[in-house]
Antibody, heavy 122, light 108 residues
Framework: QVQLVQSGAEVREPGASVKVSCKASGYTFISNYMHWVRQAPGQGLVWMGVIGPSDGTTAYAQNLQGRLTLTRDTSTSTFHMELSNLRSEDTAVYYCARDTSSADKSWWFDPWGQGTLVTVSS | SSELTQDPAVSVALGQTVRITCQGDSLRAYYASWYQQKPGQAPVLVIYNKDNRPSGIPDRFSGSSSGNTASLTITGAQAEDEADYYC???????????FGGGTKLTVL
């Protein structure tokens, strides 16, 4: 079955960077884009960005441009999310979620990784 | 960027029908998908491609769309349906995606 397994919780100081990984299995790695979504404590889901597995094409949320970098490693079927210049408001659970689309009119995220808690604190 | 608007909270009596709505300009061009999230868990897809259910999702969950509004309907709500529900669609104003603010469903 399709599985996305994320790396463990991280604690960083303000101004530092964090890199979260998402290892995909159970499907052909290059067949599906991968999204990243975050959720601050007690808040809703927020889309961060997406990466294409074949050529690494990326698109980022406007408010994260310049701080967010999405990459992928085809040799290990793993996606990475790196967020730099961390602030306290970046404290959140970060999820990867596999993209599927239909006819350029419909996209959905399934499945999701288990989530990775990133805490930014001095 | 576009926005998707959801009611923050909705309640339903056990066994009754509830509709959760999602409004936004992007829904005139793209279909919404819907996600259920229970406390401490990752979101789970419940409706995709406007009105399709993934395997394993009960048939009491259904989806529809009209104009700028997408709806998730639960017919005969069960206690286990108590959760947060989020809509999502492609953003029509730039190359991105957007989530609604979420609706907290309480089953009474």
């Amino acid at each position: 079955q399709v599985q996305l397994v994320q790396s463990g919780a991280e604690v960083r100081e303000p101004g530092a960077s964090v890199k979260v990984s998402c290892k995909a299995s159970g499907y052909t790695f290059i067949s599906n884009y991968m999204h990243w979504v975050r959720q601050a404590p007690g808040q809703g889901l927020v889309w961060m960005g997406v990466i294409g597995p074949s050529d690494g094409t990326t698109a980022y949320a406007q408010n994260l441009q310049g701080r967010l970098t999405l990459t992928r490693d085809t040799s290990t079927s793993t996606f990475h999310m790196e967020l730099s210049n961390l602030r306290s408001e970046d404290t959140a659970v970060y999820y990867c979620a596999r993209d599927t689309s239909s006819a350029d009119k419909s996209w959905w995220f399934d499945p999701w990784g288990q989530g990775t808690l990133v805490t930014v604190s001095s | 960027s576009s926005e998707l608007t959801q009611d923050p909270a909705v309640s339903v009596a056990l066994g009754q029908t509830v509709r959760i709505t999602c409004q936004g300009d992007s829904l005139r061009a793209y279909y919404a998908s819907w996600y259920q999230q229970k406390p401490g868990q990752a979101p789970v897809l419940v409706i995709y491609n406007k009105d399709n259910r993934p395997s394993g999702i009960p048939d009491r969950f259904s989806g529809s769309s009209s104009g700028n509004t997408a709806s998730l309907t639960i017919t005969g709500a069960q206690a286990e349906d108590e959760a947060d529900y989020y809509c999502n669609s492609r953003d029509s104003s730039y190359n991105g995606w957007v989530f609604g603010g979420g609706t907290k469903l309480t089953v009474l």
